[in-house]
């Protein structure tokens, strides 16, 4: 596996977990196990009002009991919840499934951490339950369990992802139809526009963006030339600084609310792709206006002793 493809599938299981709550983030799970494991890995699901006793999944070889928690968008104001849910879902397999479970795993998709009170509640789990063992299954058990398979079952879970010859050939056919599909919203854009800075040399690091945007932002810079080209030549007046400021106005937002580094990246992609299945093409395409983007206006932060008045 390249490393090229490797960032790009990091990027698609984040997306895919950020965007699977409930029964398809337990689906997700699921397909990744059974992708694993074989048939050692049971699928559970409720049946009628026998319900699923407290088990979403079920790893025969270890006796290890999953319980899912997919919050949409992984919401941070449901930790009361969250921690209720461990606490009941765990007594209610201990109560229904006896010897049977010998391990007891919770499985979210909470990509930014946990809180804090979750941590507590597994610990007294831990404490109440010594004959047993538990565990968070999160973005990094996903990635560890996914990037032991071979290629093409990643590739049925997370979907196609850009090669390093990929990112060699950007069409611009895919580059006109991604801003084309941004121009749309233009129109809501006032017409004032911010002078362009050139981008700090550390200002990938300065943002504490995690290592797979990094990286891909870096790739897409070989290709960030080619938007700039693109853009110079379009017939509307200005139309780049107010794709620029498009971008600034989103970035401002999203940084409104809160959300980390990785959140709002993924969110700004997703602006440019749109969600499901991105081909190839398109995810180079989107590396290198996003590139483009990162380089010449404000998404995310200038390091403040290097900003040019």
Same mark, same amino acid.
């Given at each position: 596996?390249?490393?090229?493809?490797?960032?790009?599938?990091?990027?698609?299981?984040?997306?895919?977990?950020?965007?699977?709550?409930?029964?398809? &983030?337990?689906?997700?799970?699921?397909? *990744?196990?059974? !992708?694993?494991?074989?048939?050692? #890995?049971?699928?559970?699901?409720?049946?009628?009002?026998?319900g699923d !006793?407290?088990?979403?999944?079920?790893?025969?070889?270890?006796?290890?009991? &999953?319980? +899912?928690?997919?919050?949409?968008?992984?919401? !941070?104001?449901?930790?009361?919840?969250?921690?209720?849910?461990?606490?009941?879902? @765990? %007594?209610?397999?201990?109560?229904?499934?006896?010897?049977?479970?010998?391990?007891?795993?919770?499985? @979210? =998709?909470l990509?930014?951490?946990? /809180?804090?009170?979750?941590?507590?509640?597994?610990d007294?789990? !831990?404490?109440?339950?010594?004959?047993?063992?538990?565990?968070?299954?999160?973005?990094?058990s996903?990635?560890?369990?996914?990037?032991?398979?071979?290629?093409?079952?990643?590739?049925?879970?997370?979907?196609?992802?850009?090669?390093?010859?990929?990112?060699? +050939?950007?069409?611009?056919?895919?580059?006109?139809?991604l801003?084309?599909?941004?121009?749309?919203?233009?129109?809501?854009?006032?017409?004032?526009? %911010?002078?362009?800075?050139?981008?700090p040399?550390?200002?990938? *690091?300065? =943002?504490?963006?995690?290592? @797979?945007?990094?990286?891909?932002?870096? &790739?897409?810079?070989? =290709?960030?030339h080619?938007?700039?080209?693109?853009?110079?030549?379009?017939p509307?007046?200005?139309?780049?600084?107010?794709?620029?400021?498009? #971008?600034?106005?989103?970035?401002?937002?999203?940084?409104?609310?809160?959300?980390?580094?990785?959140?709002?990246?993924?969110?700004?992609?997703?602006?440019?792709?749109?969600?499901?299945?991105?081909?190839?093409?398109?995810?180079?395409?989107?590396?290198?206006?996003?590139?483009?983007? #990162?380089?010449?206006?404000?998404?995310?932060?200038? @390091? /403040?002793?290097?900003?040019?008045?």
């Open positions: 596996m390249t490393s090229e493809r490797r960032y790009w599938w990091k990027v698609g299981l984040e997306l895919k977990l950020r965007k699977s709550p409930g029964d398809a &983030f337990q689906d997700f799970f699921s397909s *990744v196990m059974a !992708k694993a494991h074989g048939s050692d #890995f049971v699928r559970v699901r409720p049946f009628g009002q026998l !006793k407290g088990c979403d999944g079920y790893l025969q070889s270890s006796g290890r009991v &999953f319980q +899912c928690y997919g919050a949409l968008n992984a919401e !941070k104001d449901k930790v009361a919840y969250l921690v209720g849910k461990m606490k009941t879902d @765990h %007594a209610k397999a201990a109560k229904e499934l006896g010897s049977l479970m010998k391990e007891w795993g919770m499985v @979210h =998709n990509v930014d951490g946990l /809180p804090i009170e979750a941590v507590q509640a597994l007294a789990l !831990k404490k109440d339950n010594p004959r047993q063992s538990f565990a968070f299954f999160g973005m990094e996903f990635e560890e369990i996914i990037f032991s398979l071979d290629e093409q079952k990643i590739e049925d879970l997370l979907g196609i992802a850009a090669s390093a010859s990929d990112g060699l +050939c950007l069409q611009t056919v895919e580059l006109r139809d801003i084309n599909g941004v121009a749309l919203a233009l129109d809501q854009t006032d017409g004032t526009t %911010a002078s362009i800075q050139p981008v040399k550390d200002k990938l *690091v300065f =943002n504490k963006l995690p290592n @797979h945007w990094v990286r891909l932002i870096e &790739f897409g810079w070989s =290709n960030a080619l938007v700039a080209d693109y853009l110079s030549k379009r509307e007046p200005l139309f780049a600084e107010q794709l620029a400021e498009h #971008f600034r106005k989103r970035y401002a937002y999203l940084k409104s609310q809160a959300l980390t580094p990785s959140s709002i990246m993924s969110s700004l992609y997703e602006m440019v792709v749109g969600s499901g299945n991105v081909t190839a093409a398109r995810q180079v395409a989107a590396q290198a206006l996003l590139a483009f983007l #990162f380089e010449s206006c404000d998404i995310f932060e200038d @390091h /403040p002793s290097k900003v040019i008045q």
